[in-house]
DNA sequence: GCCAAACTAGCACGATCGTGCTAGTTTGGT
DNA sequence: ACCAAACTAGCACGATCGTGCTAGTTTGGC
């Protein structure tokens, strides 16, 4: 047959210029054509792989859904309950370009859900997800927790780390981020410190 | 001279249209045609009100914030400072209808900012009004907290109503909404409760 | 070498967009 | 009564959109 069939770098390359237009232009500015002239090829290309305008923007939107979860997987392990659980946290708000497109992209998304219910599902999955993995750092911080309280932790964490990373993103004095990892970290120090409360 | 000059009413029902557009189908289905229908009035009358698209949805963003300040001014206030704490921050996430729209209208223009430079200074003069909101709630709940302190609990307050504002508008189970005003709550509690910590 | 399948490139159509522009329609002051 | 100003309504233009469609171009198995 004729040439290999590795669709998958070249749907990663795409949706990597979907983010790059999000970024620069907003999600106003996704169009076949505009997303295809960003990452360089025809439209007649783009659309070899991604038939319509709706299968490009969820491919984005799932691929940087997995992304941060491979990176959140990826963080160290030391065992240290509450340096580990700063460590994860420190990887949920915008400090760096990468972390900080995701943050965009996802916000991006959620504003255009109701023009694309095709999203809806996406973020819905990724919002669980966070907000277990917010289970889970709770309960290992403070373990004697019962099951009623730890859901209400859980969902506090989740907005508090929500809440900081949205003001990281849109904040007008950008330089100063300390302020969030240290909130974060006092969150983390309350958590572990009133082990039964 | 011809008619009166009430060109305010017509703005404000316009803007009004653009938030039912921007709630039912997206910020990306905001244009002056869409508009002039929801309203109920030809685009030609639309545009001689707003002569520009930018100006009409500079104007709806404007009158957005407006609408939110003079909410959380209408608040009454009783002197017990944990309840009237929990009054206002009540009226900062979307338990209401319009509360509801008021914060889905807000996310839609932080995300459509990089499209509409305009849109900037007005989301950049809301969140400072937020924080500053946050910052007087954290100043009559524990006075004794010096000036640094003062910033991180306004700061950490003005994230974790955000985000728990943001897991309200997008939460999949709608229907338990107990969650966020407990979470507030016992913010106030532990500010009043750990006055000079 | 060769050909079918994978891939690239692009044209064309109808729809929608913002906006400049002009023509009707009301209406209040004189 | 009347007219100028405020207002309403709508046409037209160029740009951009998503997408159906058809040609070229590569390329791996035979």
Not at 43 to 66: I, Q, Y
Not at 127 to 150: I, Q
Not at 153 to 175: F, I, K, S
Request: hydrophobic fraction near 45%; glycine fraction near 4%; include cysteine.
């Amino acid at each position: 047959m004729p040439r290999r069939i590795d669709t998958h770098e070249r749907k990663e390359q795409l949706a990597e210029a979907v983010w790059r237009v999000i970024r620069d232009k907003g999600i106003g500015a996704v169009s076949v054509r505009t997303v295809a002239a960003e990452a360089g090829v025809a439209v007649g290309s783009l659309r070899h792989v991604f038939p319509t305008r709706t299968e490009l923007v969820e491919f984005s939107a799932r691929l940087m859904v997995r992304r941060a979860t491979e990176r959140l997987a990826a963080t160290a392990r030391t065992g240290d309950a509450r340096r580990d659980a700063v460590a994860i946290l420190r990887h949920l708000i915008p400090l760096e370009p990468d972390s900080r497109a995701e943050l965009e992209v996802n916000l991006a998304l959620i504003a255009e859900a109701p023009a694309t219910p095709e999203l809806v599902p996406i973020r819905d999955e990724a919002y669980r997800a966070l907000l277990g993995l917010c289970a889970h750092l709770v309960a290992s911080l403070a373990p004697d927790l019962d099951e009623t309280r730890l859901a209400t932790e859980a969902r506090r964490l989740h907005a508090l780390v929500d809440g900081v990373a949205l003001h990281l993103l849109t904040d007008p004095d950008t330089a100063d981020t300390d302020w969030a990892v240290e909130c974060l970290r006092d969150e983390v120090d309350r958590l572990a410190g009133s082990r039964p409360r």
